[in-house]
């Protein structure tokens, strides 16, 4: 025989057998199914059903302890300083007018003129608006009506450990200062002052005369 012809037979043989070796291992591959698809298809079900799952979506338990809050306690009066050889007690600067925003400026630049010249401000606060209704008797006839309501706002600037040489001063040149329409007032704090700055409840008050 040819050889060359031989040689063609070996590497037919050779061929046909790598064929059918290849065609063994593709099938054995079909054979075997994905790790994840072979789990898909076995069972639809989420993994973590049977986790817990109460603290998902939970933070506070992370976030720093917070001191409890403190019940506000009612505001108490302060004690009154009483006057000496070289200062005053406690005072109260009082600002009154129809007119309210010129009463708060005029109440600002008070408690600026007490921070520039040293004088300590206590509190600053304002008191119940206060309505005052004007009656006007017509010329013919008795019954009188209401001709205008007149309401009157209080502005208080408390001032201690007032210097009674810078005393003289301090007033003159808030009355210097001191717009037209504006009343102003300085004497001692009383606990009456104290009082004032609350509504009158006379309802409430009666209730707790009755429990009382």
């Known amino acids: ?12 043989v050779l061929h046909s057998r790598a064929l059918d070796h290849a065609g063994l291992l593709f099938g054995a ?9 072979g789990c898909l ?20 338990h992370l976030l720093p302890k917070e001191a409890p809050k403190k019940k506000k306690e009612r505001q108490q009066m302060k004690q009154i300083k009483m006057a000496t050889y070289t200062e005053y007690g406690t005072l109260n600067v ?3 007018g129809y007119d ?29 608006t206060k309505s005052t209704e004007v009656m006007v008797m017509p010329e013919q006839g008795t019954k009188m009506y209401v001709d205008a309501i007149l309401k009157t706002h209080e502005r208080i600037v408390q ?24 009343q102003l007032s300085v004497k001692p704090h009383t606990e009456a002052d104290y009082q004032a700055r609350f509504k ?10 009755q429990i009382t």
């Open 1 to 12: 025989m040819n050889p060359v012809i031989r040689k063609l037979q070996a590497s037919f």
């Open 29 to 37: 591959s079909l054979s075997v199914q994905h790790p994840i698809q």
């Open 41 to 60: 298809s076995f069972s639809n079900e989420r993994q973590y059903r049977t986790m817990p799952t109460h603290g998902i979506g939970k933070y506070k």
């Open 94 to 96: 009082n600002v009154s």
């Open 100 to 128: 309210m925003i010129l009463v708060e400026h005029y109440s600002q630049y008070v408690h600026n003129l007490c921070n520039r010249l040293g004088v300590k401000v206590a509190e600053s606060y304002a008191l119940p």
């Open 159 to 182: 001032l201690s450990q007032l210097n009674a040489t810078l005393c003289p001063t301090f007033m003159e040149v808030l009355l210097k200062n001191q717009p037209e329409g504006i």
């Open 200 to 209: 009158a409840r006379p309802e409430l008050e009666g209730l707790m005369a």
